[in-house]
């Protein structure tokens, strides 16, 4: 087996690598700390509220979301991947996305009306104005944001994401309580973007100047534009299975739908996020190394494997137990969702980092004609709701999202000169790994009927011969990680040792 060194020798100095570490490890903990908020706060708004609020809700946000990427135009992409900005160009991109954005709260609230009665839930429109002013807060935050991550100050966008999780869940949960409906969950995004607004304006102590050129925005055009339409295809095809449902089924579908999601998000927040938060104002600075790339590439690729199938293995085994447990039996149906999502949910994680890779090496027409193939291949799939309903379709959506994968590949492939087959290696040895322990413990825990007992000891199995063979494999992503681990132990007791009494 290949030896394993620290996954940041890539860097050209200490001090990066140091920087680098640390900002992983608070971006993690961040997220880690604003899941746990998020996790408890959808508990008790998913056992106060029901499916269908859940539904109508699920609608209200694709809807703002879609929309929201006309405020972005790719300008954060933009500012991230340079190397240098300008006070002028930040000025004038922050005007430019503040007035896209009152423009198109102007087209919503004159436009909601039309949206309740295509959907026929009545007050959606009424619920779609509140929202809307996620599209001035989030434009006001995009420049200030998109500075942290560029220095990798991901300890104060940890603490900003988490205290806005904490403030707007108190809030969310409070309302529910008091019989507010899906009010509490628009209130709650809407609190939650207050908080990061302000929190991002003072710890980034950026304030626009009294400049507007767009002349000087046409580097970060040139990039930002192929990132807009790359972003604006990838936002439609996340959203348009959310629009198809709560069109042609029940809303309490789309409602369980909603809630399958969410789990399906602890497998892409926790084995992707950190990572592409790094990986992509890291590779932006080693863009020209490409050996740098590739040796780093390949550290997060192992890495984020590893988690994702961790993560796969227990979900999947305990998706019935976790929805009965939290939710309460009215969402059972939720766990048959996500037991298809689960099974090609490595794959968002692993594709994140692989577009990341593109997009950060600058590459943004590269970028752009492969996010415009993959689009091309997830279509079909949209088609199987006319014949099938939600079931095939997500049958059909995680066929296509393994050929898209292997598309990533292709495209890293010609950045890199790293071989499809070496990048197929390192993903899926960890996914035999997850099948085999995954097999076993189903069998094992089979009659096992207290769901409690049930979620406990599949949980424990899986995980123990999950780790036990990939420890006995040496494989890569697990050193990686386990390495990571024992430094940061070390290096917190050597300064609580160090420290004076």
Known sequence: MESVESPLESMPSAEPR??????????????????????????????????????????????ITFSSIFIDLGFRSAIVQSQGTTQEQLSTVFYLNLALAVVIFAVFIGGAGYIERFYAISGLRNYIWAASLLFVINALALIPGGLLQKELRLKALSLINTSAAAISGGIAITLALLGFGIWTLVAQQVISALVILIGTLVLSRWLPSFSFNPAAIKSLWHFGVRMFLSGFLETVFTRLDVFIIGKIFPIQTLGYYNRAQSLDGLVRNFSSSTTASVAFPVIAKMAAD?????????RCLNAISFIAFLLIGVLFLTCFDIVTILFTDKWVEVGYFFRIMAVTGFVYPISALMVNLIAARGNAAAFLKLETWKKAILFPAYLSFIVGGVYLFLVALGVAYLIALGLNAYFVRKETAITISAQWIAIYRYGLVAILGTGAVFGLTYYLTNMYLHLVVSSVLFAGIY?????????????????????????????NISSPA
């Open 18 to 63: 140091s920087s680098v570490a640390r900002a992983a490890i608070w971006d993690f903990g961040g997220r880690l700390a604003n899941y746990v908020v998020l996790f408890v706060v959808g508990v008790v708004l998913t056992r106060l509220l029901s499916p269908a609020e859940f539904g109508a809700f699920a609608i209200v946000l694709s809807v």
């Open 467 to 495: 780790l036990l063979f990939c420890y006995k494999l040496k494989l890569p992503g697990f050193l990686e990680i386990y390495a990571r681990i024992i430094a940061f132990y070390n290096d917190k007791r050597y300064a």
């Open 290 to 298: 490409t050996e740098a790339v590739r040796t780093f590439y390949l």
